[in-house]
Every structure is written in C-alpha cells, then in structure tokens.
C-alpha cells in the first residue's frame, strides 16, 4: 500500500475560464494508471461510470457520476479530444470541460500524472471543481493500491472539508 498524499491542485483564472492543474507522483507502472484514467473498466473505481467510451480522437464518451442521487444530473457527455495511448487521454465534456491526463514514467516502476482541467464558471464552480477532483484524485489512489471506491459510502464531508482549503 502507497503513503501517496494528493498535493493541493492549483488555479489559474483568465475572465470566466479556469485552468485547474494537479501533478501527481505515483508509485505505479503508467499502465496502471492509464487503465485507471482512459478505461471504461478503471474509471468507476475513483471518477464515473464511463456509459459511452469510444477510445480514439474524437470518440464518443459519457460518463455518469456514481455519487449522484439524481441521475439526470449525473451523466456529462462529450468527445475524446487527444489521445495517445499510455500518454495522453483528453476528454472534453459539458459542464466540467476539458478534462486532460498526461502520463510519464518516472523512475523504475512510477508514473507522474499531470491533469489539467479547463472550465468555464464562476468563482464558486472552480472551488467546487478543486475541490471535487482533489476528492477524486484521492479515491485514484486507493484504487491503484486495489480499493476502489464504494460509491455507496460517498459523503460530502470530504469534499466539504477540501473546499474549505481552497477558498
């Protein structure tokens, strides 16, 4: 079991869009994490339940939030905007944009994840987002050392708890 910590994500602002930005150091081979971040099968153990996932540029993706009650809510569709298999996969959906994962080995049997994230929407939307993807990027962690997240334990204390660092 890793003692990865999920350093805080930083923000950049230029008008109504933001830049949301996290690096993170992973004691795992890239393919593993590739197959956590650019999977239909490793999506669901720490972002969403990828519905539609076409794995190609300009494929079809959907992908339905597991911690939603309301399910109209819960699904967000777009398309795979880059895609380089064990490097980058990009998907860029409505309401959290474009959503980009860059991976390069480090060391031995590492990986460095870089994710950035660029949205539109106020103030209170990007420290909702900061917020909610440090959550997930920790729920990433646990499902690489092999606990995936029971959706049915998700709270909001968490995520609660982060946004208030953020602001």
């Known amino acids: 079991m890793s003692e990865t910590t999920v350093e805080q994500g930083t923000s950049r602002t230029t008008g109504d869009t933001h830049t949301l930005h996290w690096v993170l150091r992973l004691p795992h081979p890239v393919a593993a994490v590739w197959a956590a971040v650019a999977t239909p099968e490793g999506l669901p153990g720490w972002l969403a339940a990828a519905d539609v996932f076409e794995p190609r540029l300009g494929g079809a993706v959907s992908l339905r939030w597991l911690n939603q009650d309301d399910p109209a809510a819960a699904v967000h569709s777009g398309h795979i905007t880059a895609w380089d298999p064990e490097v980058v996969a990009e998907y860029t959906i409505d309401l959290h944009g474009r959503c ?25 939307f990007r420290l909702d987002c900061l917020a909610g993807w440090h959550d997930h990027f920790e729920f990433l962690v646990a499902a690489l050392d092999g606990r995936p997240k029971d959706w049915s334990t998700w709270n909001l204390d968490r995520w609660r708890e982060l946004r208030e660092t953020y602001a």
């Open 100 to 124: 980009r994962f860059h991976l390069e080995p480090a060391g031995a049997a590492g990986a460095t994840l870089r994710f950035t994230n660029e949205l539109t929407g106020d103030d209170a």
